[in-house]
Structures are given as structure tokens and as C-alpha cells.
């Protein structure tokens, strides 16, 4: 059984790519064999968040135009025996895709007993976004607790719902879950951000994850190494429940309130 | 939460946020599925009304609602109070 997740957002930045890592890679070493693809067709970016740049020989486009085997693009990961890259191409114009060429090199994943298909959609709601989302099982809607990416992430449920190979052929619907990310406890508790629960209620889909807000993030993409590699950061911690979650498993959400701080503290705030 | 974040709170702009996101997601999703020319048949009968009554555009509500077999196009207007 294959499982196709898009990663998907509407708003850019908001941290699709760094989720599409990080959930694959979490995937992988729980030992499930998982591609993750790069839909952002000339901005190519996973591959410099998954350490892998400088081994891009074929990308997406080669394979869809025939000038490539599937198997000579895919890039093994040098971490998870288990985990392939497929690079979006940079120079090609974004119309490069087609949905029959997504199909062939989907079914060819899954003819190759891939368990989980990672689909990383670029932003916005073109072409590339659209066919990241049009054969998904699943979709990971990354949101941050800010009013434009809620916005933006509605909009998304809005095509979800309608313009998907499920929706379109009466299917059951794609399963949506949200991942919010740049979470800040601290300014929620302060009534300066919105909580989980406010995004909740407002988009009205269950929450799969919460990654707080940390320079750890950064710190992760500079050095090409998904975040939730770092495992002594709380972000790792984070994704690594949001991929239990994902698996199906019961987890209390953490890392959603301030953390303790002594009685002077709490008093006077800071 | 300590007394000074207890009085920020009060200051805090994530319940307007919230407040503000609820009416225009619950706004757009009525039209979302709607015809593509539906913002713009808003945007023309409140043409015409203002001709007559000035009204406030915030005030005006479109809905479209489907009953199985033919739909429904509701247009609410509240009208000024004459003072």
C-alpha cells in the first residue's frame, strides 16, 4: 500500500519544505520506504534542505520527459537507506509538469513498493501546487498561527476539496490535516498570537502537529540536515510526534505552553 | 501567567486576528463554491443600491445555498437607520 501526502500551504515560507524533510525523514527511520518529490519547478529547493544538492544529476522533468529513468534520478539519502529525493528542475518553465507525466512517475514509485510519496507543492495555487495535490491521499496543510497564512490555508482546503483526482471522481475526500508551525508559547500566552485551538476552530480540521518557533531551524537548512535530525532539539521532538501522529498513534501535544519559569518570573512577567 | 501578562493579554491582538479571520473564512467559504461571477454581482447590485440608500459595503451579505435540485441566492442589506 502506497500513501500520497502533499505538503502543501497556499502562503510561501510558512515551512512546507523543512515539513516535507523532516516528515520523510521520520517516516524512513521508523523503516518506511518513502520518496520525497519536489514539486517547485524552477525554484529547487528541498534538495539543499536535505543535504543533497551537489548530487542532482536528473530531476523531475527529465524523468517525465524520458530523458532518464525513474531509478537514475531518485537520490538515495546518505542518512536513511530508505529515503529518495526526486529534485524539481531549475531551469524548465513551470508548465513543464503534466498530470499524466505526475501519474506515470507515481505509479512507478508505487510499483516500486514505496510506502509514502511525499509531495513538497510550491506556493501559491499554479500549476505545480495544483499537481502536488491532485493524486494526494493525504494533505499536511503547514500553517503559521498569523492571519494571512490562515487565510491562504483555507483557500487550499477549498481546492482540496474540489480539485483533486478524489474529488473530482466522488472519492472519499482527501484526508486533511494541519501542521502548525513558528509557534511561539510565550507570545500566545501574552494574547500576542493565535493558539492551536483558535486555528483549529477557525479551519475546522484536526491538528496533526505543533512545531514551536526556534533558531534551530535555521540552524538545521544551513548545514542541509532535516531538522528533525537534530534530536536534541524540541523541533525534532515535534515532528517526530507529528509522524506518530500520522502513523496513527495517540499522542498529548507538547511543546504548546510556556515553559516554567520560577515565582518572580511568573509575577513579573519577562 | 504572571500580573504583567495578565494585563498585556488584555492588549493582545491574537483575539482580533481570530475574529477578523472567522468572518472572512466563513465569508469566502459561502462564496467558494459558488459561480466565478458571484463577487461580481455583489459588487453590482451594491452599485445599485448605493444609488439610492448609502450603505455600508461591509453590511452586505451574499449566501449561496444548494437544496437538492435548484439553488438559492440570498442578498442581506442592512439598511441605515433614519435619523
Known sequence: ?270 | MGLLAFFRRNNGTATVAKERLRIIVAQERLTRDGPDYLPLLRREILEVIRKYVNVDPETVQITLEREDGHELLELTVALPGRS
Open chain 1, 1 to 270: 500500500m502506497t500513501e500520497i501526502i502533499v505538503v502543501t500551504s497556499g502562503k510561501g515560507g510558512v515551512g512546507k519544505t523543512t515539513t516535507a524533510a523532516s516528515l520523510g525523514c521520520g517516516l524512513a527511520r521508523r523503516g518506511k520506504r518513502v520518496a520525497v518529490l519536489d514539486f517547485d519547478i524552477g525554484l529547487r529547493n528541498l534538495d539543499l534542505i536535505m543535504g543533497c544538492e551537489r548530487r542532482v544529476v536528473y530531476d523531475f522533468v527529465n524523468v517525465i520527459h524520458g530523458e532518464c529513468t525513474l531509478k537514475q534520478a531518485l537520490i538515495k539519502d546518505k542518512r536513511l537507506d530508505s529515503l529518495f529525493v526526486l529534485a524539481a528542475s531549475q531551469p524548465r518553465d513551470k508548465d513543464a509538469l503534466s498530470a499524466e507525466g505526475v501519474r506515470r512517475v507515481l505509479d512507478e514509485l508505487i510499483a516500486d513498493h514505496f510506502e509514502y510519496i511525499i509531495c513538497d507543492s510550491p506556493a501559491g495555487i499554479e500549476k505545480g501546487a495544483h499537481l502536488s495535490m491532485y493524486y494526494a491521499d493525504r494533505a499536511i496543510v503547514v500553517v503559521n498561527p498569523e492571519v494571512s497564512s490562515v487565510r491562504d490555508s483555507d483557500r487550499i482546503l477549498g481546492l482540496l476539496a474540489s480539485k483533486t483526482a478524489r474529488a473530482e471522481k466522488g472519492e472519499t475526500r482527501v484526508k486533511e490535516q494541519l501542521l502548525l508551525t513558528r509557534y511561539n508559547p510565550k507570545r500566545v500566552a501574552n494574547g500576542e498570537m493565535m493558539s492551536v485551538s483558535d486555528v483549529k476552530e477557525i479551519l475546522g480540521i484536526e491538528v496533526v502537529g505543533v512545531i514551536p518557533e526556534s533558531p534551530d531551524v535555521l540552524a538545521a537548512s544551513n548545514s542541509g540536515t532535516p531538522v528533525i535530525m537534530k534530536t536534541e532539539s524540541d523541533v525534532s521532538h515535534a515532528y517526530e510526534d507529528a509522524v506518530a501522529r500520522m502513523l496513527g498513534e495517540q499522542l498529548v501535544m507538547r511543546f504548546v505552553d510556556e515553559p516554567k519559569r520560577g515565582f518572580l518570573a511568573r509575577m513579573f512577567g519577562g
